[in-house]
């Protein structure tokens, strides 16, 4: 279906090639999953499918990508937009039109279908895709969840033989996740779709995939294979495959069902080690009590019609690290907000070291609090790296470089004349906390820190946190990355419909919840074992 | 008849749209009839109309917005218009308000003088000819709220199509735009600079165009991928004669539009040129409509709403022009000297006819109106409401 016969890319304004011949066969009904670092070149292999690369990137493609028997390079995307489907990574950026409905009519317009097949086939993919309740919003005032599905059912409708997905569900709460990972599922069984996606959180996908695609970087060859064989030796792999690797399964599973079958041994050896562990696993914490770093009392806040917090209690001491978890929309965004003073509460009041934040301006905000938005470069104003460093000492008085040295601490090697837009999700992160410490605030506050981070950047930011709370700062995050929170958060906040339905130390909440849970915690429940890092520890001393 | 209309008109007719064509007449009349009178009774009524059958069949969407936004233009019209005239007043008139402090200007600047004695009849006639100009705006902005920028896009025809988009993506830039200077002062907030001031405007105006552009780009790229402008089968000279007439259209057209606008300009330059443009897009929409590959889903129909829509435009149009000819008097806000404008009786009837499109058009599918009104919104339920609207916000 998919034929890269020695395919080689380099972009017009670099000197290096991004793919260096890449050889590659996808057969028809295949579930591909590409896997890399960020700018290791997943996207530009994604978008060579349907000839956006180079036809609209610019750049050098030699060698030859043939879709369903078309050149790439005599047909440009509009004469493959029948064949091949593709999903951007922000399905915003991608909608035409601004009614459900009509967005999944345009490319069967464009393609110049009669009117009642068109009819028929908006009907079928919005039962697919559970959409049909949706069909005449407004494409603004969806949820990310139903964005995507959106977005796939948009290009879904033309009957595309080939799809093409670039993270699709790294926006995703585990619950609409999994609703997109099964519809696409379902195109790839019952349809026969052939389905390439590139995604970071592999532990939400790569039981799915039928093959691997590798990307690593800087043009070196990739690698393709099946799931347990790339799984082996890869560098980066889901929870479950490290602690397969770590009891020695053979062969490793993939998914939390093949991991349970396997676990009975394990959990008889860890069954005596766990109350010594639950006294270990959190020693890392530096909780300091007395006046709280930060509290809510009775907040409620509206937006327009929409009631997005309501009737929130917290307060939260210095060197915890609190997860803020909940379904897209559920008002986690919002909470965060109101600690900078972005909304203003209706009702109740808000605190961060003892003032209100809405009354807050200026660097009198920036020394009691900071906040990394959801795009890391919201924050960032300057051109270049420097530039930036720079107008942050200037914005909080210190002297000249202290910025900059605090950035090296957390992602060594970035030089100064780079352009943010340039850097990779991980970097531009770190570029943005560097910005965001540089006024030493107590609190900091971080929005879906780890979308689209890889793992190494992941276990970078990981490192990042434990030793912010350790320095007795306060940390709050909103995030979906259960991972993640099993990793870092000493405390779980859930938020359903902007009020909070769970509060308490990870282990009580995560661990019962099918959604919440880690993968660790599914396989070895009932035992509180939330990472592999836990389970390592305490099988150490035992073996 | 009666009974039949029962069930295509009104809030009882099965939620749809109403084809933004006919609301663009509609509101073109209405602008029409307002650009014919300075009545400042007439006026008001003029724009309360339109806001009223805004409010009446609005849509739930983001740029259903824009009708307070045009209203907010058209104050800020009024008020520049009185400014100039207090500041730049040549004291025509005999009421006097007040006098100013004259500034003194050379003898090669005699004409114009800065300050002195301010009139009633020079605040008025201002006052008036800036509120002709908002009411314009309101009808545009109405037009702006009730037919959405990419309906009209679909009912625009084939050989148009290219030109439509253009002007699409530059109406979407602009509500873009807006949320991009939000999301610029947030951050701005939480760098600990100030976010107002010239300085702070400045600083955000290199990433709000940064982050315009970079979305045009991923537009143009999404539009590609799904097929727009897929070449059809017409040569390339039919082409490129088929863009010349749709550029003579495009500009019979809008001078047509603007001289029937404008009432200085004779009707017997506005009517030809109309026409000229009309013919000339017909011919090109025929010899392009032959090359385009598109289809279209679900278009809009042109029933009865909609003719009673476009008619109650016209007709106020109409009306207005035909009264400014026999009886201009009745038209005019008195401004010398000041007094009371009067309320002739036919103008109110057209604009009273001009309101029926909100009694006589379906509701629009998902609006908020239309959830009200099948749940029986009340101040009691409201908790209930929202309650609703957060769910359906979040997928089960």
Redesign the interface.
Known sequence: MIIFDDVSVTYADSTRPVLSHVNLQIPEGELVLVVGRTGSGKSTLLRCVNGLVPHFTGGTLSGRVTVAGRDTRTHPPRELADVVGIVPQDPMSGFVTDIVEDELAYGMESLGLPSDLMRRRVEETLDLLGLAHLRNRSLMSLSGGERQRVAIGAVLTTHPSVLVLDEPTSALDPGAAEEVLAALQRLVHDLGVTVLLAEHRLERVVQYADRVIVVPGDGMPILVGTPDHIMIDAPVAPPVVELGRLAGWSPLPLSVRDARRAAGPLRERLAPLVDDAARRSRSTMHVIAGTPALSLSDVSVRHGQVHALRGINVAVDKGEIVAVMGRNGAGKSTLLGTLVGLHTPGSGSASVGGSAPSSLKGRSLIRRVGLVPQEPTHLLVADSVGEECRATDHDCNLTPGTTRTALDRLAPGVSDDMHPRDLSEGQRLALALAVVLAADPPVLLLDEPTRGLDYVAKKQLVSTLRSLAAEGRCVLLATHDVELVAEVATRVLVLADGEIVADGPVTDVVMGSPMFAPQISKVLSPQPWLTVAEVAAALEPAS | MNRRSAHILGEKAAPRWTHPGAWWVWALGLATAASRTTNPLLLALLIAVAGWVVSRRRP????ARSYAVFLRLGLAVIAIRVGFAVLLGSGIGTHVIVTLPELPLPSWAAGVSIGGPITAEELLTALYQGAVLAAMLACIGAANSLA????LL?SVPAALYEVGVAVIVAMSFAPQLVADVS??R?????????DRGIRALA?SA??VLEGALE?AI?????????????VGAASAQTRLIARILLLVALMGICVGVYALLDGGTPGALALPLLALGCIAAITAMLLAGRR???????PDPWALPEWLVSASGVVAGAVFVVTSMIDPIALTGPTAPPAWPALPLLPVVALMIAALPGLVTPLP??S?AFRGASAGESSASE?A???R???????A
Do not use: H, K, Q
């Not at chain 2, 739930?60 to 740029?63: F, H, L, S, V, Y």
């Not at chain 2, 991923?218 to 897929?230: C, H, I, K, T």
């Open positions: 739930d969407a983001p740029w959405s920028p990419t309906r679909a999301r610029v947030t951050a701005r907030r939480l760098r600990g600079r100030s600083g290199m990433p979305r991923d537009l143009a790229a999404a539009m590609d991928s799904r097929g727009y402008g897929r385009t590959a598109r289809s279209r889903y679900r599918p998902g908020r908790s409401a929202s309650e609207t957060t769910r359906e916000e979040v997928p």
